[in-house]
C-alpha cells in the first residue's frame, strides 16, 4: 500500500440547496479527497488554516487516519466558500468567496512527504502546482485537478502543469474550456497531446468518462433516490480514483477502470448529505467493498493475522475464544481465508451446518484454487446428506496437483461413492488414497473401508487381504478398526 499525498484547499462551506442548508461546514478540495482516499490508502494532506478552525475539523482528520503534518494553521480566517444549488443540482451558483490565509498559500513540502507513491494536485493556482511538482520525488502516478479560473487566468502555466502529469480529473464544463471544443471526444484528443496519459472527464448525474490513447471508458453515476448537496462530490471521486490505485500499486488499464467504479461509489455517498456527514459513517460500509477488491491495508492484515494465530493456538482446547480470535480477524480482513476456514470448522463441531457451509464458500470465494476448503465443504454437504454435491467437492479437491495431503480427499470421496453405492470408484478413490505417502490418513482405515468395498462386490479374496491388512495397521488403543476388520472377516468365512 503506498503513501499518497494531497496539496489543496481545506475551507469551509456554507450552502443551500432546495434540500436545507447548512453553514460553515468543513469543506476544501483537500478535503473531501483525502477522507475519501483514507477509506483506501495512508494520506498526507498538504493545506492552509486560519486560527479560526475548529479543533472538531481536526479531530475528525486525523481520526481517519490523515496525517496532518502539513497543515499549516496561520493567523487570520479560514478559506469560506458560500454557494447554492437549484434542483440542476449539477452546476453551483458561487455567492461569495474569501481566500482569508489562503490567498498567501505557499505550500512546503515537510521532509517527510517529499517521496510519496501517488500525489494528488487540487484546483490551485497552476505555478503552486509547479512549485509542489519541484519539491517531490517524481512519485508513480501524479494525478490534478483544475478549475476555470485558472484556464481563463493562467493556461500557459497548466498547460506546463499538464505536460507532467499523468492524469487530469475536471468536469465536463472545465474540459471543454481546456479543450476549445463542445465535443467531449475531440477534447480528449487535444488535452492528451499536451501531456496527460488519461483526461477523466466528471458528468455529475450522467457519470464519468475517461480517455487515454488507446480507448475510452464510462460509467455512469450510482443511480440515488436524493441528492441533498453535490458539494465535494468531484474531489471525492478523485479521492476515491487515486486511493484505490495507491492502495493496489496497480496502474493497469483494467486497475484504472475499476478506480473509476470506486470513485463513482464513493461520490454518490457525499451528495446524499451535506459537508462530510455521509462519509464520515462509512467504515462499516466500505470494509467490505474495498476488502472485495484486495484493498485491505497492511497495518489491518497484521492485526488479522495475529488475531489469527491467537485463535489456532487455542482452538483445540477453547473452540469459544478461538471463535472469537477469528471473528476479530475478520473483522480487521474480511479476505482472511484460513479464518473463514477455522469459522466453519467450529459451526462444523456444532453441527450448524448451514453456516458452516457459508464460511467454507466464502474461503472458496476469497480463494478459487483451496483444496483444503473444497474438502471440508464435501464433508459438510455429506452431513447434509447432499451426496452428490459432497462427491464433486472433492473430485475437485483432489484435482490440484499440489494438493498437500489428498488421501483425505480421496479417504472421503471414497466413503461419498460408497454411501451412493458405486463401489467400482469407491474402490479406486480408496486405492489413489493408499498411493500418497506419506500418508495423512491412517492406513488401517483405508483398507478397512477399502476391504468392506470387495466385500460388497464380491471379491471376497481381495476384501480378506485388505481387512487383514487393517489389523495388521491398526495402532489405536481402541482398537476399534481391527474390531469392524475381524467381524468382515467372520462373515466372509460363513
Known amino acids: 500500500m503506498g503513501k499518497l499525498l494531497v496539496v489543496g484547499s481545506v475551507a469551509l462551506d456554507t450552502v443551500q440547496t432546495p434540500f436545507g442548508q447548512a453553514e460553515d461546514v468543513l469543506g476544501g478540495s483537500a478535503t473531501y479527497f483525502s477522507t475519501a482516499a483514507s477509506y483506501f490508502t495512508s494520506v498526507d494532506l498538504l493545506a492552509v488554516v486560519g486560527e479560526d478552525f475548529a479543533d472538531q475539523h481536526v479531530m475528525f482528520l486525523k481520526s481517519r487516519g490523515i496525517d496532518l503534518t502539513g497543515l499549516e494553521r496561520r493567523p487570520g480566517k479560514t478559506f469560506r466558500w458560500k454557494g447554492e444549488y437549484t434542483y440542476q443540482m449539477n452546476e453551483a451558483h458561487t455567492l461569495d468567496t474569501k481566500l482569508n490565509v489562503f490567498?498567501?498559500?505557499?505550500?512546503?513540502?515537510?521532509?517527510?512527504?517529499?517521496?510519496?507513491?501517488?500525489l494528488f494536485l487540487g484546483n490551485i493556482d497552476p505555478e503552486?502546482?509547479?512549485?509542489?511538482?519541484?519539491?517531490?520525488?517524481?512519485?508513480?502516478?501524479?494525478?490534478?485537478?483544475?478549475?476555470n479560473f485558472w484556464i481563463e487566468r493562467k493556461r500557459e502555466a497548466l498547460w506546463k502543469v499538464l505536460e507532467q502529469v499523468d492524469v487530469l480529473i475536471v468536469n465536463d464544463a472545465e474540459a471543454r474550456a481546456l479543450g476549445g471544443h463542445s465535443s467531449l471526444v475531440q477534447v480528449g484528443k487535444t488535452i492528451l497531446a499536451r501531456g496527460p496519459k488519461h483526461l477523466i472527464v466528471k458528468r455529475?448525474?450522467?457519470?464519468v468518462l475517461m480517455f487515454n490513447h488507446k480507448q475510452t471508458f464510462g460509467a455512469p453515476a450510482f443511480p440515488l433516490e436524493q441528492a441533498k448537496d453535490p458539494t465535494g462530490a468531484g474531489d471525492t471521486f478523485a479521492g476515491g480514483f487515486v486511493g484505490y490505485l495507491a492502495a493496489t500499486g496497480n496502474v493497469s488499464e483494467a486497475a484504472f477502470r475499476q478506480a473509476v467504479i470506486f470513485g463513482s461509489v464513493m461520490a454518490s455517498f457525499t451528495v446524499e448529505a451535506f459537508s462530510l456527514d455521509r462519509l464520515r459513517?462509512?467504515?462499516?460500509?466500505?470494509?467490505?467493498?474495498?476488502?472485495?477488491?484486495?484493498?485491505?491495508?497492511?497495518?489491518r492484515k497484521k492485526k488479522a493475522d495475529g488475531y489469527y494465530q491467537e485463535g489456532v493456538a487455542v482452538l483445540n482446547t477453547d473452540q469459544q475464544s478461538a471463535y472469537v480470535a477469528f471473528e476479530k480477524?475478520?473483522?480487521?480482513?474480511?479476505?482472511?481465508?484460513?479464518?473463514?476456514?477455522?469459522?466453519?470448522?467450529?459451526y462444523a463441531n456444532q453441527e450448524k451446518f448451514d453456516q458452516a457451509e457459508a464460511e467454507i464458500r466464502e474461503a472458496i470465494r476469497i480463494d478459487p484454487d483451496y483444496p483444503d476448503a473444497y474438502n471440508f465443504l464435501g464433508q459438510v454437504l455429506i452431513k447434509q446428506n447432499r451426496r452428490q454435491e459432497a462427491i464433486a467437492a472433492f473430485r475437485k479437491a483432489v484435482s490440484y496437483s499440489l494438493y498437500s495431503t489428498p488421501d483425505v480427499a480421496y479417504y472421503q470421496l471414497g466413503l461419498a461413492l460408497e454411501m451412493e453405492g458405486d463401489m467400482q470408484n469407491a474402490k479406486q478413490a480408496f486405492e489413489d488414497a493408499l498411493k500418497v505417502t506419506p500418508s495423512n490418513v491412517p492406513q488401517a482405515m483405508v483398507y478397512l473401508e477399502l476391504g468392506r468395498v470387495h466385500y460388497r462386490l464380491g471379491e471376497d479374496g481381495k476384501a480378506r487381504e485388505a481387512l487383514a491388512r487393517a489389523v495388521t495397521l491398526d495402532k489405536d488403543k481402541t482398537g476399534a478398526v481391527s474390531a469392524e476388520a475381524k467381524t468382515l472377516m467372520e462373515r466372509l468365512k460363513r
Not at 512546503?108 to 512527504?113: L, Q, T, V
Not at 519539491?135 to 478549475?147: E, F, G, H, N
Not at 474495498?290 to 497495518?299: F, I, K, R, W, Y
Open 281 to 299: 459513517v462509512l467504515a462499516g460500509v466500505c470494509l467490505g467493498l474495498l476488502a472485495a477488491a484486495g484493498c485491505v491495508s497492511e497495518e
Open 204 to 207: 455529475g448525474e450522467y457519470g
Open 329 to 346: 480477524a475478520l473483522k480487521e480482513n474480511p479476505r482472511h481465508r484460513d479464518a473463514h476456514y477455522y469459522v466453519a470448522f467450529i
Open 103 to 118: 490567498e498567501t498559500f505557499r505550500p512546503k513540502i515537510p521532509e517527510s512527504h517529499r517521496a510519496p507513491s501517488m
Open 128 to 147: 503552486l502546482q509547479l512549485d509542489v511538482l519541484r519539491q517531490v520525488k517524481r512519485p508513480a502516478l501524479i494525478a490534478c485537478d483544475t478549475m
